[in-house]
Nanobody
């Protein structure tokens, strides 16, 4: 079994920054590939950033390219999301997901965290 726990959400003004963290524990060999998903209020959940290869290659949604950076510390099974130049439309719950395959921005991950709230005011 794998447990996924996010942290780092909060409230900021537009143009500000936040850094989210996500740690996977338990049978982590089944949770090497990890990604971040955004669920805006009243809209569908969408993938925003993910690790897609063992060399640390990444993929991003067009809406966050140039503003968000995803990285992973493999020694600690921890995924990060550095969010800069935040916009009001970035508001919502952010979920971390983990799994044994590079699902990228697709929601096929096996393990999900409870989410952390990000609120960006204009």
């Amino acid at each position: 079994q794998v447990q996924v726990v996010e942290s780092g959400g909060g409230s900021v003004q537009a143009g500000g920054s936040l850094r989210l963290s996500c740690t996977a524990s338990g049978y982590t060999s089944d949770a090497y590939y990890m990604g971040w998903f955004h669920h805006p209020p009243g809209k569908e959940r969408e993938g925003v950033a993910a690790i897609v290869d063992s060399d640390g290659s990444t993929t991003y949604a067009d809406s966050v390219k140039g503003r968000f950076t995803v990285s992973k510390d493999n020694t600690k099974n921890t995924l990060f999301l550095q969010m800069n130049n935040l916009k009001p439309e970035d508001t919502g719950m952010y979920y971390c997901a983990a799994g044994p395959s590079p699902y990228g921005l697709d929601p096929w991950y096996n393990y999900w965290g409870q989410g952390t709230q990000v609120t960006v005011s204009s």
